[in-house]
Structure formats: C-alpha cells, structure tokens
C-alpha cells in the first residue's frame, strides 16, 4: 500500500503552499509535489483600468516584488502609448533597478537562507532562521542590515518611495536626480561594493567548502533550459534587452524580442496546482522531467548567469569564472542559485557605479510625453527571481481590456517540483525517513526563492502572522492567523 | 517632555479588507492634530514597519488579522509578548513582525518603543483584489478610530 507524507505550511514562504511526497510499496519517493493552493487571478482585477495606473496598481501585486511589476508595467505602458524612453530616463530606471536587485538579493541570501547554511541542517527549522544567525554570527546579519539599508536609502532617492515606488511613469521618471543626491548614491553603492565582496567571501571561502557534496549531489542538479534577458553584447541585463534561451549544454537555442515570448512560452496546466508551468513551446511539454528533451526551463540569477557571455563588472566577472571553473557552464547545480545571487549583487553595485559615472543620469530630461498611441504593450525585466512579463492590451480610451503576467515563480515551479523530488528522494529510502527531509526539501526549493504571491497574483507581500492568544492564567483563548 | 507616539495603519489599498489598518489611520489624520503624534499608512514589509517606529516612545500597530474563532469584524488587542509564542518565518521573502521587532530588541534595544500595543480587526480568510471593504470591517475601522482618537487624546 502507498503512503503518502505531507508537509505544511512549507515555512518561509509567502501564501499558501504545501508539499506532498508520496511514496511507493517500497518505501521510496515515488511523487512529490509543490503545490499552490491559493488562487485570486490579479489579471482581471486590472481590467477598465487605466494604462498609466498600471505601473502603481501591479506593484501591490507584492510588497517584495514591488519594483519588479512597477517597472515591468511602466516598460508596457511605454509601449502602449509609443513613447521612447529618454537616455536620462532609462539610465535612472537602470540604476534604481538595480538597487532593487541588491535589495531583494540581500534580504533573501542574508535573512532566509543564509542560516540553511550557517547554521546546522539538522536542527529543527523553527530555530533555523535570522535569529539564531544573529545569536551566532551576528557580524553577517550586521553586514547584511548595512547593505538593505544602504539600497533602501537608494530607492527612497529615486523611486519616491522603498517600496511601492511611484517614479516610473509612460516616457521616462517623474524625479530627476540632483547632483547632491548622486553623491550620496555613490556614496552608498561603494559601501555596497566592499560589503558585496563581503558576502562572496563568506560563500567562496566557507559555505561552498562547506556544503560542496551538497551542492555537487546529483540529486541537486538539473540539467534544463535557461533563459533570461541580454543586450547586444550578449550580457545579461536586469532592466531590458532580447529573450536569450540556452540548452542544457549551455549553446544558444533561442533569441526574441519580448513581444514575441508567445511564440516561443506556452504554459502547462496541472490540476492539482492552481499555479501554471510554463515550458518552452517548441521543445514541448513532456512532464516533469528534465534534459534537452523537456521544454522546462529556469530563471534567476542561476539562469541569468548562464544565458550571459560575462558579467557587467570586472570584479563580478571574476567571481562568475570561479563559479564556472568550480560547477561548469552552464552550471546545473540548483543550490549555485545562491552563489549567483551573491555575484549579482557585486555586479549590481559595479553596474551602478557605472551608470553614476556619466552625468546624463542628473540631466533635466527625463520623459518624453511624444509617441502615438499603439494600444498593446510587452514589458518585461528580470526581476529579482527571473524573466517577469506584463502583457497589456487596452481599448481607445486606454483602459486595460486584457492584461497577462508572467512571473518568474511560475516559470520556475516545474523545476521546484523536481528539485523538491529529488531531494526528498535522498532523504526516504525504503521506508525510512531521515529527520533531515523536510530541510533539505526546503533548502531545495528556496535556492529558488519562490515567490508564491506573485505566482498566483494572490497575497500582497505582507506579513503573514500566526499567534495564539492566552487568557491571563496561559490557557489558549485564541488562535488566529493573518 | 511629553512621549511620542506612532499610530501606522498597515495593508494593501487594493485587497478588500486587508486595508483597514489605512482606512485608520486616514480617518485619524482628518481628526489628530498633536505634535508628538505621527500617524502613517504603511504597505510596506516586517522590517519596514518595525524601522518606522524606531525612536517613538509609544508605538500602535494597526493591521487585519484572520481569526478561525472570532467573527469578521472584531477588534482585538494586543502587545508583542501575545505573539511571541509563534515568533517564526513564514514568509520567503520577508520575515514577520515578530522577528523583524526580535532582532532590533537584540541589536538595538534602546531604540524601540518602551510599549508597542497592536490593534487587528478580525478578517476571513478571503484576499480578492478589491477597493471596497466589507461592512463588517468597515464598521470596526470606524469603531477603533474613536478608539484610538480617545487613546492618543488622553495622551497629547
């Protein structure tokens, strides 16, 4: 008779998810599955909306990923009313981006997952978190408290706001940057940069030898299609560029523009699973099975960093030849996500360093409100966890009659659910089930960093909070949950 | 010197019911004029809320919860020692209110607020993307307006 096992809430994650792993007669894995089981469709709450409303509106999409909707919307709506981003314009949409990249990176790498490694696997996941690194080694949580803040100050500058920012607009940005206000950018991204080399310090030099038979277990390896954005140097680029596919043997199958990714991404239903999986459409859908065969594809910074020829940086690009003299190229190596993460918050900060360089970044013009009307839009960017499209189609009043939105978790979650399978498949083995399965399926499926809310369009970024309340003599009185 | 204090109504301004933390905080900043109250409308995450009450001496966290026992629309009361039972992760992103205000009491004590009280109205479980709240939250948002006008009067 099967048995079947079930593990949730999956923790640290955003929204509803639970994994189930079924096993065989033998006591093996047999099936394992990340399921999403909140579903609230954002698509048709953007509907009679207006264009120009859209960059605002799709950044409650989630408070975490806010700076990814706002700009990939803001890059649609630019489209859609036919407006050429001015040079001022683009380099301040680049350089807030990337602020964005390293804030998001650092929040993920140094608060949530960075205590899967610092601290032993085997204790219980409950104490396995930000605290206990901070116990421990309260110089990294410190490190990584500068490097947020110092992003954080960045978007404030020139986004409006952290989060929800409100700066991107049809054409161009609102605000201009003073040249006071580049110094203190500079100012900050330097900090950055020291504290970027930092953090690929602490995983070169002790979380890799560390964990090195982990990160090299064939069981955390998948060999798929990557694909992210570049620009006409074939270096991968946050903010814009061409669709760029690469095999599992890392050579080029595909190159697009944006407004052409229905032709080459069609998207698998499951029933169990209200979120989609997308695959490549003319490799095909052929199950959950990786290989050159299978049209599933990754993103993130692991595909980004394998769709790219180099790094922008020249510290960055030493760093992403580590890595590849370490793991190969392309690297399959599920948990190098992390390692990648790292690399792109140096290269980042090099990026920006670049970009405050030149002073067409504090220029006055900063919008074009010229274009003609087209009334279709594509905007996509990499967002902090891979390739994000917004697709708008409005009427001749500029209202959305139809809106799609691809995220990054979605086209991941054919890999999750692989990733999650094998690791569960190291861990039971003929009836017996090692105390470490549950972390290292959530040590798996969080090199992803899935972001379960933009997956579904469901819940905001928010807090999500447990409590139980008790009445003055310590009796439960109450359980609530937000 | 009289105590300062932070009143941050906390949400989303398109999910339904979630925003009823800034429809408080709206409503009192029609209403409150004292220099030593500071009131803020935050959709922002853990760390965020927890950085914006960093150097007040009273801090009132207004926010929705979901509740398996209570019906929508209630209003309970409650101090961080409440919910420090379930200090974890659940968010992959971000981290809770509970450990964002851990970590600052570990790394910077002195700088939180010496009372943190958190006031939640009660929602179920549905999050449809939404501008309209129900009358069941809406009512307790004006409910715990007048609440906490009187709360922050007897104060300033």
Redesign the interface.
Same mark, same amino acid.
Do not use: W
């Given at each position: 008779m099967s048995r079947f096992i079930v593990i949730e809430?999956a &923790?640290?994650?955003?929204g509803e998810a639970k994994i189930s792993i079924f096993l065989d007669e033998n006591g093996n894995v047999k099936d394992a599955f990340f399921q999403v089981i909140?579903l !609230?469709?954002?698509e048709?709450?953007c509907i009679g909306r207006p264009v120009e409303e859209m960059p605002r509106?799709t950044s409650?999409i989630c @408070?975490?990923?806010s700076w990814a909707h706002h700009m990939a919307s803001a890059k649609a709506a630019d489209v859609i009313f036919g407006r050429d981003v001015t040079e001022t314009a683009r380099r301040i949409r680049e350089l807030s981006y990337n602020a964005h990249i390293i804030y &998001?990176h650092t929040?993920?790498f140094y608060?949530?997952a960075a205590a899967d490694f610092l601290l032993s696997p085997d204790i219980f996941p &409950?104490r396995r978190?930000?605290?206990g690194l901070?116990?421990e080694r309260?110089e990294i949580?410190?490190q990584a408290?500068k490097l !947020?803040l110092n992003t954080?100050r960045i978007q404030e500058i020139v986004g409006g706001k952290?989060?929800?920012p409100t700066a991107m607009i049809p054409g161009g940005v609102s605000k201009r940057i003073s040249l006071e206000e580049r110094d203190e950018i500079a100012k900050l991204v330097r900090e950055n940069l020291e504290l970027a080399e930092k953090g690929l310090e602490l995983f070169e030099n002790e979380i890799y030898k560390k964990f090195k038979d982990e990160i090299l277990a064939e069981e955390n390896i998948l060999r798929t299609y990557y694909v992210g954005l570049v620009d006409e140097h074939d270096c991968y680029n946050f903010y814009d560029g061409v669709i760029k596919v690469v095999d599992p043997n890392g050579k080029e199958y595909a190159k697009f523009k944006s407004h052409k990714y229905r032709d080459h991404i069609a998207e698998h239903v499951e029933s169990w699973c209200y979120s989609k999986f997308p695959y490549l459409k003319n490799i095909g859908w052929k199950g959950f099975i990786d290989g050159a065969e299978s049209g599933i594809y990754r993103v993130g910074p692991l595909a980004r960093l394998n769709v790219t020829d180099d790094c922008f940086g020249e510290k960055a690009n030493e760093h992403l030849k580590k890595m590849r003299e370490e793991l190969g190229n392309p690297v399959h190596h599920t948990l190098a996500f992390h390692w990648a993460r790292l690399i792109e918050i140096l290269d980042a900060s090099e990026r920006m360093l670049e970009l405050l360089s030149d002073d067409t970044i504090i220029g006055g013009d900063i919008l074009n409100t010229e274009g003609e009307y087209v009334g279709e839009g594509v905007g996509v960017v990499e967002a902090p966890r891979g390739l994000l499209i917004h697709h708008y189609i409005a009427d001749e009043n500029g209202l959305v009659k139809n809106a799609n939105i691809i995220v990054a978790t979605t086209c991941n979650m054919a890999a999750i659910n692989l990733s999650v399978k094998n690791a569960a498949k190291r861990y039971i083995k003929e009836g017996k089930i090692s105390d470490k399965v549950l972390n290292m399926v959530e040590i798996a499926f969080?090199a992803y960093?899935?972001?379960?809310a933009c997956a579904t369009h &469901?819940?905001? @970024?928010?807090?999500?909070?447990?409590?139980?309340?008790?009445d003055s003599e310590g009796n439960v009185v109450?359980?609530? !949950?937000? | 010197m009289k105590e300062r204090t932070i009143i941050i109504g906390i949400g989303n301004p398109i999910l339904g019911d979630d925003a009823a933390g800034l429809h408080v905080a709206r409503i009192l900043k029609k209403m409150i004029r004292g220099e030593n109250v500071t009131i803020k409308e935050s959709s922002e995450g853990s760390f965020d809320i927890v950085e914006e009450i960093i150097g007040f001496d009273k801090a009132i966290i207004v926010d929705t919860i979901q509740s398996e026992n209570l019906p929508k629309g209630k209003i309970v009361k409650l101090t961080p020692n409440n919910l420090k039972e379930n200090v974890h992760l659940v968010n992959l992103h971000d981290i809770d209110m509970m450990t964002a205000l851990k970590i600052y009491e570990e790394t910077m004590p002195e700088k939180l607020p010496r009372e943190i009280i958190i006031y939640a109205i009660t929602t179920d479980r549905s999050k449809a993307f939404s501008e309209k709240m129900s009358s069941e939250v809406e009512n307790a948002v004006n409910k715990l307006a007048k609440t906490l006008l009187k709360e922050v009067s007897e104060v300033d």
């Open positions: 809430p &923790s640290r994650l955003e909140e !609230r469709g954002f048709q709450f509106i409650r @408070g975490v990923c &998001s929040i993920h608060v949530m &409950s978190n930000v605290i901070l116990k309260p949580v410190k408290f !947020r954080k952290a989060t929800h969080r960093d899935p972001c379960l &469901s819940l905001p @970024g928010l807090m999500n909070i447990s409590l139980t309340i008790y109450k359980r609530l !949950r937000k | -």
